[in-house]
């Protein structure tokens, strides 16, 4: 099971803050390819993913009993 969290406006695309999905293993490439066909909405958007609080490589690893974040640009001043 992997567990991925969703900041900010990405609550609101998704009606949740995180979830659970069962699977033992995934690229984060095969994990935005997923979310993009599960939220069509992600498409037009840049996110950035994190892995156990660490930014992540399109071709990091992800494996079951990590934590994922969505996370989109933030900006201020």
Same mark, same amino acid.
């Given at each position: 099971?992997?567990? +991925?969290c ?6 609101e ?5 995180e979830?659970? %999905?069962?699977?033992?293993? !995934? ?6 390819? !997923?979310?993009?066909?599960?939220? /069509?909405d992600?498409?037009?958007k840049?996110l ?12 990091? +690893? %992800? ?7 969505? %996370? /989109? /640009?933030v900006?201020g001043?």
């Amino acid at each position: 099971m992997i567990r +991925v969290c969703y900041f900010a406006g990405l609550r609101e695309i998704t009606g949740k803050s995180e979830e659970t %999905i069962d699977r033992a293993e !995934w690229t984060v490439q095969e994990l935005m390819d !997923w979310a993009k066909e599960t939220y /069509p909405d992600f498409k037009n958007k840049t996110l950035f993913v994190a892995v156990n609080e660490e930014y992540a490589r399109p071709d990091d +690893v %992800i494996r079951a009993r990590d934590a994922i974040a969505f %996370i /989109p /640009p933030v900006s201020g001043g």
